[in-house]
């Protein structure tokens, strides 16, 4: 366990374009580009390591209305993540998943 512990450290704290996070990051967003027929820009990954309770605090606005999408890691790096998105992004996201011209979530969010 202190093992995987040190890898994910070594992993957060290599900051390089071309460091392990930052090239699965670009191939999660060639992926999503994938699926939903259209360009997918992937910046710079913002990663820190919190605790659930710290996640208001950290968002900003405890009463902003955040998405989190958990992903569930494995193979040589296993763990656990939560993507979090604000409301009008994830919404933004469903429509392109379903492929709604219509942009249907996103108005909801208006």
Known sequence: MSEQISLWHQVL????P???LARAIRRAGDGLSYMIGQPVAAGAPRLVTLSIGEMADYAGDPE???VGI???LGDDLPGQAILTLPLADALLLVDALLVSSARRCAR???
């Open 13 to 16: 704290a290599d900051v390089r």
């Open 18 to 20: 071309d460091s392990v």
């Open 64 to 66: 902003a209305e955040i």
């Open 70 to 72: 958990y992903l569930l």
């Open 108 to 110: 909801l969010a208006i």
